[in-house]
């Protein structure tokens, strides 16, 4: 640094109100990068718990507890297309990674687990009525109510933000 307050840079000298800003700048990017590489190990865990629920979930059936019910067999098949449905599409965040992409990956995957959210709550496979009372399974079909409401909420909120990035994308 010289006795006017500039610093030798690249490009030469730089005043040390600019050094300050490009510091700035160094850190938001240093961060942003970091931001990147979480959401790097975020895809990569969201896929492994997705597979091992996956597994446990389709094991449910053999293991005979008294609280599933014969009619879990015929929304098994929706409760699997979600939980493929997330790992497929982590993974796909995992390769590319634009925002628009990732908006729409998300918006698909929040509409199948709805999907399997609102089949599971018509079918209602299980009774926890066998260990509580009835009131078990009438707080369960609140809470599946409230998640419908929010799958609802959260693919809105997608479609918005993928038209958004898409926007933005195209005026560049």
């Known amino acids: 640094m010289t006795d006017s307050g500039e610093s030798q840079h690249k490009s030469g000298t730089m005043p040390q109100w600019a050094q300050d800003i490009d510091n700035a700048g160094r850190k938001i990017w240093r961060r942003h990068r970091r931001d990147e590489d979480q959401k790097q190990g975020e895809y990569v865990t969201a896929m492994i718990l997705n597979a091992i ?3 446990f979930v389709n094991q449910l ?3 005979n ?6 009619n879990f067999g015929i929304i098994l098949w929706v409760i699997n297309l979600s939980l493929v449905a997330q790992i497929v599409g982590n993974g796909f965040m995992l390769i590319y990674r634009a925002k628009w992409w990732r908006s729409a990956i998300l918006m698909i995957i929040n509409a199948i687990g709805l999907w399997a959210t609102y089949t599971f709550y018509v079918i209602f496979p299980i009774d926890l009525s066998v260990f509580t009372g009835e009131w078990a399974n009438t707080l369960l079909r609140i809470f599946l109510i409230i998640g419908i409401i929010f799958g609802v909420l959260a693919v809105i909120f997608h479609f918005v933000r993928f038209i958004y990035s898409l926007t933005i994308e195209l005026i560049d």
């Open 53 to 55: 629920c996956l597994y």
């Open 61 to 63: 059936p053999n293991w």
């Open 65 to 70: 507890f008294p609280f599933i019910t014969p």
